[in-house]
T-cell receptor, first 114, second 114 residues
Framework: AQSVTQLDSQVPVFEEAPVELRCNYSSSVSVYLFWYVQYPNQGLQLLLKYLSGSTLVKGINGFEAEFNKSQTSFHLRKPSVHISDTAEYFCAVTQETSGSRLTFGEGTQLTVNP | NAGVMQNPRHLVRRRGQEARLRCSPMKGHSHVYWYRQLPEEGLKFMVYLQKENIIDESGMPKERFSAEFPKEGPSILRIQQVVRGDSAAYFC????????????FGPGTRLTVL
């Protein structure tokens, strides 16, 4: 079985500050990792994903994430946030052996204040 | 290329009625997934379908819920005899391939059971 834990349910930051949204996973087999963003009353949009190769993954809107196998983490970072980054962020995992089923974390609400 | 389409966007039903949620995948995508998002929670996998086949229904409640993806037409998630606990946002996603292929999400159907 696989699971995802997002350590912070809410993260308030000021505009232009750096931010890190934390994600840890548990799995007994190799995994693929994803970060999605959900704006109010909308569906989810893929920010970035890790399948293999370089552990530092760059995504859209200036976000990046680093896969750390020893710590089973996949934290999302952005060096300078904008008001428009205010949204819910979901970390998700799927196993090589589980087909396509995504397991999501509970989400982190990022609020960027002026 | 239009994105994943879901309709209706909002659906209100009284207890005991049936709810039918429709999902049209992106053009060229033959894999469809349904997820449910309860208030203040992350998304939970329900079912994974390919054309005319249910591949994984491990997340579907045992009773009242069914899903199909016919050869022609949209995928349908059907909930019979709805109860208040069924109130949630239901998201559909599609991908061209299975496995770790990116899932593209629709805007969701928000079901309210009175």
């Amino acid at each position: 079985a696989q699971s995802v834990t997002q350590l912070d349910s809410q993260v308030p930051v000021f505009e232009e500050a750096p931010v890190e949204l934390r994600c840890n996973y548990s799995s007994s087999v190799s995994v693929y990792l994803f970060w999605y963003v959900q704006y109010p009353n909308q569906g989810l949009q893929l920010l970035l994903k890790y399948l293999s190769g370089s552990t530092l993954v760059k995504g859209i809107n200036g976000f990046e994430a680093e896969f750390n196998k020893s710590q089973t983490s996949f934290h999302l970072r952005k060096p300078s946030v904008h008001i428009s980054d205010t949204a819910e962020y979901f970390c998700a995992v799927t196993q090589e052996t589980s087909g396509s089923r995504l397991t999501f974390g509970e989400g982190t609400q990022l609020t960027v204040n002026p | 290329n239009a994105g994943v389409m879901q309709n209706p966007r909002h659906l209100v039903r009284r207890r005991g009625q049936e709810a039918r949620l429709r999902c049209s995948p992106m053009k060229g995508h033959s894999h469809v997934y349904w997820y449910r998002q309860l208030p203040e929670e992350g998304l939970k996998f329900m079912v994974y379908l390919q054309k005319e086949n249910i591949i994984d229904e491990s997340g579907m409640p045992k009773e009242r819920f069914s899903a199909e993806f016919p050869k022609e037409g949209p995928s349908i998630l059907r909930i019979q005899q709805v109860v208040r606990g069924d109130s949630a946002a239901y998201f559909c996603a599609s991908s061209p391939l299975g496995g770790a292929d990116t899932q593209y999400f629709g805007p969701g159907t928000r079901l309210t059971v009175l």
